[in-house]
């Protein structure tokens, strides 16, 4: 059923021009957010927390430029499954690709670290093809094995390598002597994690992966944060900014803190840029020891 979904729908779909998806945006946001409000009770109690500050009439404003953003960013990942390399050089360029010049001479592998803002799926695919470092990033793989063999099959057509979340650790040690480009998406709720770094972001008690740092210290991997802007509807510009170069000597949690500190000013900025849908929050902070 998955595969008959994809080639007679899907597939069609993604070859259409973006003006002409972006018509289907506006048909599934008048379904989607007005007439059924999907997951409109978890997004709104996401903002009130987040933003205690705002009046209701923010958040709601909030809210509509979510949606909207939201039901883009979904035409947009559709159309990503059959884009070209040259369109994402259009739409998504890199603008400081000279910074990972001095690492890659070095050897030096780095890690990416980014959250689920703005499309964080063409960002994946828009740097891998503007770095000079062979890419790699982190996936949680989907339960539809159609599905995933196809997300698969799309996010490494570029050269890009995937590594299974649960198996990323090994994949690491394994590749140590390569010069790598490491992506990850650091928002994601850490429910079952054992080891995560206790913060206050968003104005709430939030956990958070220690996986990045995990990995840039055993190996001193220079951190770097991927900012992505939109200057209009279908386009977007990425900006690396280098973390720590010495990963090795920060104390424990500094270097998770200061990507999500990052995150946090971007989402502050730009509120409506951030996928508000997920149950972030679905964690209690232990009493202190």
């Known amino acids: 059923m998955s595969r008959v979904l994809y080639y007679l729908f899907i ?33 709104r109690q996401n903002m009130e927390r987040s933003f205690p500050e705002k009046t ?14 939201f039901f883009d960013t979904l035409i947009e990942s559709l159309r990503g499954l059959t884009m070209l390399r040259s369109e994402y050089l259009k739409r998504i360029p890199l603008t400081n690709p000279e910074i990972l010049e001095p690492f890659y001479r070095q050897g030096r592998s780095v890690m990416v670290v980014a959250g689920h803002f703005n499309n964080w799926e063409w960002a994946a695919q828009g ?47 394994q590749h140590r002597h390569e010069t790598i480009a490491y992506f990850l998406l650091s928002d994601q709720s850490p429910t079952f994690a054992k080891k995560v770094h206790w913060t206050t ?29 939109s200057p209009g509807r279908g386009q977007y510009a990425m900006t690396l900014e280098l973390l720590e170069n010495n990963t090795s000597a920060p104390p424990e949690g500094e270097l998770t803190e200061s990507h999500t500190r990052k995150l946090e000013e971007e989402i502050r900025q730009h509120p409506g840029a951030w996928l508000w849908t997920h ?3 679905k964690r209690n902070r232990p009493p202190a020891p």
């Not at 209701?56 to 979510?66: D, L």
């Open 56 to 69: 209701p009439s923010e958040i709601k404003a909030i809210t509509h430029r979510f949606y909207r953003h």
């Open 279 to 281: 149950k972030r929050w």
């Open 201 to 229: 972001f968003l104005n709430q008690d939030t956990a958070v992966f220690m996986g990045a740092e995990r990995i840039c210290q055993r190996f001193n991997m220079p951190l770097f944060f991927l900012k992505v802007h």
């Open 127 to 173: 740097l891998s093809v503007q770095i000079p470092h062979q890419m790699a990033a982190v996936y949680k793989p989907l339960r539809n094995a159609f599905f995933n063999d196809l997300i698969q099959s799309t996010r490494s057509r570029f050269g890009m390598k995937l590594i299974n979340q649960h198996e990323s650790a090994r994949w690491v040690i």
């Open 11 to 43: 597939w069609p779909l993604s070859k259409l021009p973006l003006r002409i998806l972006y018509g289907l945006s506006g048909v599934l946001f008048l379904v989607g957010y007005r007439l059924f409000g999907y997951r409109k009770k978890v997004v």
